[in-house]
């Protein structure tokens, strides 16, 4: 089966936000992806393809370190047909874009409090429960016509009370542009999620790395 092909344009933007988001340099254009130097502990450079080229095969058979990530808007099958053996599939996510139907209201259970912060373009929502701790985060930056949520997450002794739904709206109540376009990268468990609050699935989001010897 032919997956649908994502706009180049909107993975670029969403890469951006992304970027935004955590912190991270600005995506530059390379070999018909998007490259973001992270230089962090955890990963040094990363890109991020909005489909299988010539580019993509090249910089996998030049990287040998670990702590790079190749990124592919396709399937696993695809990317792992493009890398040289020594590059590992990580598990599959999925990009997402918000539907007109995308708007679930519900309350906070009792008990838990919902605190907004923005810095710039970057917003950040979390929601503290009666003890004090972190129950559900998340964080949203919006940039190029896109607006990218971040980091969604609900602690586990916290989950299946509406939390993330409660992020999820806070977030998208501080959007600046109502018409700018809403997405997300989801996991295998959240994508179910995702869709039951009217989020859509453009495609598969197939990622690789080396692992650390």
Same mark, same amino acid.
């Given at each position: 089966?032919?997956?649908?092909?994502?706009?180049? #344009?909107?993975?670029?933007? &969403? #890469?951006?936000? %992304?970027?935004?988001?955590?912190?991270?340099?600005?995506? @530059? %254009?390379?070999?018909?992806?998007?490259?973001?130097?992270?230089?962090?502990?955890?990963?040094?450079?990363? &890109? /991020?393809? *909005?489909?299988?080229?010539?580019?993509?095969? $090249?910089?996998? #058979? $030049?990287?040998?370190?670990?702590?790079?990530?190749?990124?592919?808007?396709?399937?696993? $099958?695809?990317?792992?047909?493009?890398? *040289?053996?020594? &590059?590992?599939?990580? *598990?599959?996510?999925?990009?997402? @874009?918000? +539907?007109?139907?995308?708007?679930?209201?519900?309350?906070?259970?009792?008990?838990?409090?919902?605190?907004?912060?923005?810095?710039? =373009? @970057?917003?950040?929502?979390?929601?503290?429960?009666?003890?004090?701790?972190?129950?559900?985060?998340?964080?949203?930056?919006?940039?190029?016509? /896109?607006?990218?949520?971040?980091?969604?997450?609900?602690?586990?002794?916290?989950?299946?009370?509406?939390?993330?739904?409660?992020?999820?709206?806070?977030?998208?109540?501080?959007?600046?542009?109502?018409?700018? +376009?809403?997405?997300? /990268?989801? +996991? $295998?468990?959240?994508?179910?999620?995702?869709?039951?609050?009217? &989020?859509? @699935?453009?495609?598969?989001?197939?990622?690789?790395?080396? =692992?650390?010897?």
């Amino acid at each position: 089966m032919t997956l649908p092909l994502i706009d180049p #344009q909107l993975v670029f933007a &969403w #890469q951006t936000a %992304h970027s935004i988001a955590r912190g991270a340099p600005l995506p @530059v %254009h390379d070999r018909g992806g998007y490259r973001v130097d992270t230089g962090s502990d955890k990963e040094t450079k990363r &890109w /991020v393809f *909005p489909r299988l080229c010539d580019g993509l095969r $090249e910089i996998a #058979q $030049e990287i040998a370190a670990p702590r790079h990530y190749l990124k592919l808007c396709g399937s696993d $099958e695809a990317l792992r047909s493009a890398l *040289p053996a020594r &590059w590992q599939m990580l *598990p599959t996510n999925y990009f997402m @874009v918000a +539907t007109a139907a995308a708007a679930v209201r519900q309350p906070l259970p009792d008990g838990y409090r919902l605190a907004l912060d923005r810095d710039g =373009p @970057v917003v950040r929502a979390s929601v503290v429960a009666a003890t004090g701790d972190l129950a559900a985060s998340g964080c949203a930056a919006e940039a190029a016509d /896109v607006f990218v949520y971040d980091r969604i997450e609900t602690a586990q002794e916290h989950r299946r009370k509406g939390l993330g739904v409660a992020v999820m709206n806070a977030l998208a109540g501080a959007r600046q542009s109502l018409t700018s +376009t809403q997405l997300l /990268v989801a +996991t $295998e468990d959240g994508r179910g999620l995702y869709a039951n609050l009217g &989020w859509r @699935v453009l495609g598969p989001f197939a990622a690789a790395t080396i =692992p650390e010897l």
